[in-house]
């Protein structure tokens, strides 16, 4: 009887532990997702307003523009499209035209994006899986392993 | 002929393994231990040997032209040895033929030595054949270069050269953990001395965990110049999970060694915690999802990963489904007792855990079930993790205190009405120094309930005793107060450095000046400069707040080998924080102008210094001697509260 009532006890604690995580899980995941947009699909799909999204791709030539104070702009292309992007905050260090980089942030009306987070390559055989994947659909395989391993950008 | 003989070694020891693995499911535990030995000795002298090509930047063999530069500085030239996949595998190897070493060492002989040694000769060999298959080290290129490439400036640094050892002891030696649970399930000795004698490995492996974590998160701190030192980033989550597990592990086990009871638990834990490092591994290596520090892309590595997580995962799960059923409940317990607050804990710490997973694979997921791609944001895991852990957080000031089986809550509660005072005066106190902060409010109350609640709670274990006491209690029950302690300095430290953290990013011109929280920040200009292997350009900056006024030198450096800029961030500490400025990159269209950015990280050491904290009160339980004696089947299952002295030898 008593290893009866242990087992009831502890199921409800953990049932109710379950429940209570289930509801975090449900409530957070949903707010927080950023869908992967190449910049063809940002143009061609008109993504509303207010959407978080992450998009991928190669910063365009001859694109980056200093803006007021720290404000920095630019455009993120996959060789077939582009989008704006804007950021308050210093890019990371391997920031450069022609190099992959994937922008976190929201859509806004004008169908550019305001940037939360910036992912750039970090060595000189990775770039972020998501602007690999734009070029990939753009472009074909080729030309996004071209991008990959080509170090231009970077070594001034 | 370096590169071969490191390759004949890890040969060697490949064999040694299965040889080990041969014996050890045999049940000839010397055999197997002697096997297990040499193949650490062979697979150690493997290491030594590509250290070697790095320290004599021999470039015929490829992962030293890849990784390392004949102008790199001495020292990362060996940490250059395992700052890359490869290496790293190799050094992965090293470490877990070096737990089946010193187990084959030390541990009493008998049929759960032998199968443990069995598993984790299993498993090594399976390491090592995807270390010699699928990513060796030491091959050779056919054609030589000059020089190499560099390794990734990034890692240049004294944190990072040790954050793979420690992350792999801890990683790693859960492997150790998994053989001897699985051993455990295969001999069906899963009870009260099984529990004592995994104990000193979970503990080992998951402070060196907590340690090769912090370094990480210490780096990223520093060196990435972002300011923030955690972002639920995919790699993060992959030792995170791990480490929450081991958690949940270390303190099942103290129900299972003190009690017979959770063994199925507990064994669960065991083997999990292990699966988890190799999900982890198959996460950082495989290119699956994006991560700002992951290794470069490569599928068909991470299928073979993927491969060997299945194999484990299904042998463990297997035999798990054989045996657990089998094992014995153990006496029964009221929910309010050391066992019900001990059990509270691990559904907590699992179900933290799952909640990480669930983050970490819903895009996996998403994917391959509708193809649309997706990332789950991080404040997913803040809303998520912050109200499980507040709660988890309130209980060992208490639980601490209860008797096994059944525990009275009166005196404990009473006993703890001091910490409860001073708790809800920190908060007040937080609340006004950083108004409308509620989840820094939250953090301080119970950081300090835990801190001073630990402390009550040692005060009761010391009782009239003074001194001579404090020193005869013993090291588990010291290790327990200090990781706990540290837990609560960990928590204040990070619920008021995220949510009082201010920053701001400014383009200045020399001469021109800006203001951050009562700091006026002058920049005077950039200059050149130039080190061993990369060329600077050096802010100077004048920080002013008050009377205090210091200088600051951010740099933005250039390492010509790797094609890298790098960002060198200047960081003045004070009691309250630290004053953090990174230098961005010249305007363009606005020569001279530079972009800054400056931030005031209030009380980050308590950050890093509460989970060292938490790895020094793991190691001190590891090194405890009642550990090292032996639990009698016919030995009273303890009903008091812990002893207070250390039994006589």
Not at chain 1, 30 to 39: A, C, E, Q
Not at chain 1, 96 to 124: F, N, T, Y
Not at chain 2, 115 to 125: I, K, S, T, Y
Not at chain 2, 162 to 189: D, K, M, R, T
């Amino acid at each position: 009887m008593r290893a009866r009532s242990q087992r009831a006890w502890l199921i409800a604690i953990a049932g109710a532990l379950l429940a209570g995580a289930a509801v975090l899980v449900f409530n957070s995941l949903g707010d927080n997702l950023n869908y992967t947009r190449t910049p063809t699909n940002m143009v061609q799909d008109s993504v509303p307003a207010g959407t978080r999204v992450r998009v991928g791709g190669l910063v365009g030539v001859d694109s980056i523009l200093n803006g007021e104070g720290a404000m920095v702009h630019f455009a993120i292309t996959d060789g077939t499209y582009d989008v704006n992007v804007s950021y308050d905050g210093l890019p990371p260090d391997l920031f450069d035209e022609g190099q992959g980089i994937v922008a976190e942030g929201v859509v806004l009306p004008d169908g550019s994006v305001k940037a939360s987070r910036l992912v750039a390559r970090h060595d000189e055989n990775y770039m972020p899986k998501e602007a690999y994947d734009a070029l990939k659909d753009a472009g074909g395989e080729d030309a996004a392993r071209a991008a990959m391993y080509s170090r231009e950008g970077a070594a001034k | 002929m370096i590169a071969e003989l490191g390759h004949l070694l890890t040969v060697l020891a490949f064999g040694l393994t299965l040889l080990a693995a041969y014996h050890g499911f045999s049940g000839r535990d010397e055999l197997a231990a002697r096997a297990m030995g040499l193949s650490a000795v062979a697979a150690i002298f493997g290491l030594v040997a590509l250290v070697m090509a790095f320290i004599r930047s021999d470039f015929s063999v490829e992962l030293v032209a890849r990784h390392s530069h004949s102008l790199k500085p001495f020292f990362y030239k060996i940490a250059g040895a395992w700052g890359n996949h490869e290496g790293s595998m190799l050094l992965w190897c090293v470490i877990m033929l070096g737990y089946g070493a010193i187990a084959g060492a030390v541990m009493a002989p008998g049929r759960l030595k032998a199968r443990a040694l069995g598993v984790q000769g299993a498993l090594a060999a399976l390491s090592l054949a995807y270390l010699l298959f699928a990513s060796s080290p030491f091959t050779r290129l056919a054609d030589p270069p000059l020089d190499g490439n560099g390794l990734n400036p990034l890692l240049q640094d004294p944190a990072l050269a040790f954050h793979p050892p420690f992350l792999y002891l801890g990683y790693v030696g859960f492997s150790f953990v998994f053989s001897i649970a699985a051993a455990g399930l295969i001999e069906g000795q899963v009870g009260r001395e099984w529990a004592r004698r995994v104990r000193p490995w979970a503990l080992f492996a998951w402070s060196a965990l907590t340690i090769g974590i912090s370094l990480g998160a210490i780096w990223a701190y520093y060196e990435l110049g972002w300011g923030g030192w955690w972002f639920w980033d995919p790699v993060e989550n992959a030792s995170f999970m791990p480490w929450l597990v081991g958690a949940a592990l270390v303190h099942s086990l103290i129900v299972t060694q003190k009690r017979g009871s959770m063994a199925a638990w507990t064994v669960l834990l065991a083997v999990l915690t292990f699966c988890l490092s190799i999900l982890g591994a198959f996460l950082v290596r495989s290119g699956v999802l994006t991560s700002v520090h992951a290794f470069a892309l490569d599928p068909e590595r991470g299928a073979l990963l993927l491969a060997g997580l299945v194999i484990v995962g299904v042998f463990a799960l297997g035999l798990y489904a054989w045996r657990a059923p089998k094992l014995e409940a153990g006496p029964v317990f009221d929910p309010i007792s050391r066992e019900g607050a001990l059990i509270l804990n691990n559904l907590f710490l699992s179900v933290a855990a799952a909640t990480v997973l669930v983050g970490t694979l819903y895009p996996l997921v998403v994917e391959a079930v509708s193809g649309e791609k997706i990332s789950v944001g991080s404040p997913y895991f803040d809303m998520t993790l912050a109200p499980l852990m507040a709660i988890l957080f309130l209980a060992p000031p208490a639980a601490q205190s209860f008797a096994w089986r059944k525990a009275d809550l009166t005196p404990v509660l009473k006993r703890l009405i001091i910490a409860g005072a001073l708790a809800i005066a920190a908060a007040g106190a937080t609340f006004i120094l950083l108004a409308g902060k509620l989840w820094a409010v939250l953090g301080v109350a119970i950081g300090v309930w835990l801190i001073a609640g630990t402390i009550t709670d040692l005060l009761r274990r010391i009782g009239g005793g003074g001194v001579a006491r404090a020193f005869a209690l013993s090291a588990s029950i010291w290790g327990m107060t200090i990781a706990h302690i540290g837990l609560g300095v960990f928590v204040i430290g990070a619920s008021v450095e995220v949510n009082g953290r201010v920053e701001r990013t400014f383009a200045l011109m020399p001469g021109e000046t800006a203001e951050l929280d009562n700091w006026t920040f002058t920049f005077n200009g950039v200059q050149s400069d130039e080190g061993p292997n990369y060329f600077s350009q050096v802010a100077d900056i004048t920080a002013v707040k008050g009377r205090r006024e210091m200088q600051l030198a951010p740099q933005k450096r250039f390492y010509p080998a790797a094609g890298m800029p790098t960002t060198e961030v200047a960081i003045r500490k004070s009691l309250t924080g630290d004053l953090y400025v990174a230098l961005g990159d010249e305007v363009r269209g606005r020569p001279g102008a530079w972009t800054l950015r400056v931030s005031f990280n209030p009380m980050i050491d308590w950050v890093f210094g509460g989970a060292g904290l938490i790895a020094l009160g793991g190691f001190m339980a590891f090194a405890s001697k009642r550990l090292r004696q032996r639990v009698e089947v016919d030995d009273p299952i303890t009903v008091e509260p812990d002893l207070v002295a250390e039994p006589a030898e």
